[in-house]
């Protein structure tokens, strides 16, 4: 038995165009979930990066205000030494009686060729009436 003339897939007039279209809407639609990706990842590094800056100038602040009595220098040190165990750098130490206020700042590369500096001033010491 043979079918009627015309009806064979490959006379047919649309065969052919749609072909290979599947693999580039797969690979659109992957390029585009690895974008994605990639962005919440640099997104979440950043957040990352503010919290232990956010850490390292609360526990530098803490430690400075504990050696306050040995003066403002021993205070910033002590502060400064919390601060670079965190992964930060004090950028400001200011020590006001027995307060201690100071600035960290902390770089993160979320994506090559993008860097994000992060500073946080924290204060510690007994409560002002």
Not at 33 to 50: C, I, K, P
Not at 66 to 95: I, K, L, M, P, S
Not at 108 to 114: E, H, I, K, S, Y
């Amino acid at each position: 038995m043979t079918g009627r003339a015309g009806t064979n897939r490959s006379d047919a007039p649309s065969a052919g165009r749609d072909r290979g279209s599947g693999s580039l809407w797969l690979l659109a639609v992957g390029l585009l979930l690895v974008s994605a990706g990639t962005f919440g990842a640099a997104v979440g590094a950043a957040r990352v990066a503010r919290h232990q800056a956010r850490v390292a100038a609360d526990f530098g602040a803490l430690a400075g205000a504990a050696r306050t009595a040995e003066g403002a220098e021993t205070a910033c040190v002590r502060a400064a030494e919390f601060a670079r165990a965190n992964g930060a750098q004090v950028a400001r130490c200011g020590v006001d009686g027995l307060e201690v206020q100071i600035t960290v700042e902390l770089s993160v590369t979320p994506l090559p060729g993008m860097v994000r500096a992060d500073t946080v001033t924290a204060r510690a010491g007994p409560v002002r009436g």
